[in-house]
């Protein structure tokens, strides 16, 4: 099988970085972004890409924590039954034992307390598996140009004093064309890659477990807008006549 070709996103040299400020001040469409702003995505975008990477390995340590979270949860069930409650109820254990097992060392008896002690040692697993071990739809950035549009994307509204539905793919396509350079970035076919990028954020946004922005169409927006009243009102209930 042929191995995966790392992504890596260029930090801008001084030079690169100058003159891409530059040709981004002098942009009328870029007017009023903010250079920091720019400097952030970039940063993680970077991250990002190290973030994709690491992806092989992460894989590796889901499949081992599938199977201690499955160890745990069938020692847990054992523990629960009636049975080996009432076992455990009838050993003695040594103080130290005790206090070890307990969290709390107020268990009356070591099987409540065993039962403890295993279901501490699965929490850590349980939510290790739930923020990296499901698959929620999402999937990883394929290319660095993707990384790059998508913190862009990400951070659209601190970078630009505008919403991200008014004119977003104008000035997404004119910073790119002068930032992505600056970090070694293609920028063939920029006209097309925006808008698959703006369309595709929410899928990028899910495996990130980033929350999602909101819709970049205005007639979108306005028709939930609509149906969604910003202080709705309960309905009024009628009074019922008193008893004579």
């Not at 590796?60 to 039954?81: C, V, Y």
Request: hydrophobic fraction near 40%; charge should be negative; charged fraction near 25%.
């Amino acid at each position: 099988m042929a191995k995966q070709k790392a992504l890596k996103v260029n930090s801008p040299t001084a030079d690169a970085w100058d003159e891409a400020v530059e040709w981004l001040n002098s942009e009328e469409k870029l007017s009023g972004y903010k250079v920091d702003a720019v400097a952030e995505s970039v940063k993680q975008a970077i991250l990002l890409c190290e973030q994709v990477n690491a992806e092989p390995g992460r894989a590796l340590a889901i499949k081992k924590a599938k199977k201690l979270q499955k160890l745990f949860g069938n020692l847990a069930h054992e523990l629960r039954s009636t049975e080996t409650q009432k076992a455990m109820t009838s050993i003695t254990a040594e103080k130290d034992l005790i206090d070890f097992l307990s969290a709390s060392s107020s268990e009356a008896n070591l099987g409540e307390a065993m039962l403890n002690a295993v279901q501490s040692m699965q929490t850590p697993f349980n939510d290790y598996l739930f923020t990296y071990g499901k698959n929620r739809g999402g999937h990883p950035v394929l290319t660095e140009r993707q990384a790059l549009l998508y913190c862009l994307i990400k951070n659209y509204e601190e970078i630009f004093p505008t919403p991200l539905w008014d004119s977003a793919r104008l000035r997404l396509i004119a910073l790119s064309t002068h930032l992505f350079p600056a970090c070694q970035v293609s920028t063939d076919g920029l006209e097309d890659a925006v808008p698959r990028a703006l369309k595709d954020f929410a899928l990028w946004a899910l495996w990130d477990r980033q929350p999602t922005l909101q819709p970049c169409d205005q007639e979108m927006l306005e028709s939930w807008n609509a149906d969604k009243p910003d202080d709705p009102e309960p309905p009024l209930t009628p009074a019922k006549p008193g008893a004579e």
